[in-house]
T-cell receptor
Framework: NAGVTQTPKFRVLKTGQSMTLLCAQDMNHEYMYWYRQDPGMGLRLIHY???????AKGEVPDGYNVSRLKKQNFLLGLESAAPSQTSVYFC????????????????FGEGSRLTVL | TQLLEQSPQFLSIQEGENLTVYCNSS?????LQWYRQEPGEGPVLLVT?????EVKKLKRLTFQFGDARKDSSLHITAAQPGDTGLYLC??????????FGKGTRLSVIA
């Protein structure tokens, strides 16, 4: 059972370039999330999705776009990368329980380390 | 906006010592989760506490949820090098996804 898989695991971009991070989960979870993790800042939510075809903004959505065309996939896009987007990105998924505010355990991928020069 | 403050931010102790990590907020949460993250990996859930005053034990780890459901603590007895990692608390409630604290980075030296 693969769980949550993120690709790529490492990427170096130049300022202004675009890229997409792919997250795939095989647990049939309704909810999916994209977080970024920076030193001393913990996990900050970028965007999330409560189901196929739906997305919502999190705490730090600027500069990112997302799509959830299939239930098992959640894509995070950077249209014009900036050095401030250098970070480790984590995708997570969870079952639908009592609503997005009462979700159960989050299952995380191994992370994607992005460096923007 | 719900905020979770974790303390201390960093902790370095000798093997065999005891320690406590705190997670505090001014907001009430319906439940609180604790995760541990090792280098190069994603966080993994340790425990979820739901009821005010609840105490859960996981081997040498003891988790407590405050009576008012605004705070929580993690106590490790006789720490071992394998306990090294980043400990994150996360609060659930309301109409928003989990809110994470900034974490406590623990280093246990043999």
């Amino acid at each position: 059972n693969a769980g949550v898989t993120q690709t790529p695991k490492f990427r170096v971009l130049k300022t202004g370039q675009s890229m997409t991070l792919l997250c795939a989960q095989d647990m049939n979870h309704e909810y999916m999330y994209w977080y970024r993790q920076d030193p001393g800042m913990g996990l900050r939510l970028i965007h999330y999705s409560v189901g196929e075809g739906t997305t919502a903004k999190g705490e730090v959505p600027d500069g990112y776009n997302v799509s959830r065309l299939k239930k098992q996939n959640f894509l995070l896009g950077l249209e014009s990368a900036a050095p401030s987007q250098t970070s480790v990105y984590f995708c997570a998924s969870s079952y639908r329980t009592g609503g997005i505010g009462n979700t159960g355990e989050l299952f995380f991928g191994e992370g994607s380390r992005l460096t923007v020069l | 906006t719900q905020l979770l403050e974790q303390s201390p931010q960093f902790l370095s102790i000798q093997e065999g010592e005891n320690l406590t990590v705190y997670c505090n907020s001014s907001s009430v949460f319906s439940s609180l989760q604790w995760y541990r993250q090792e280098p190069g990996e994603g966080p993994v859930l340790l425990v979820t506490v739901v009821t005010g005053g609840e105490v859960k034990k996981l081997k040498r780890l003891t988790f407590q949820f405050g009576d008012a459901r605004k705070d929580s603590s993690l106590h490790i007895t006789a720490a071992q090098p394998g306990d090294t990692g980043l400990y994150l608390c996360a609060g659930a409630g309301g109409n928003t996804p989990l809110v994470f604290g900034k974490g406590t980075r623990l280093s246990v030296i043999a």
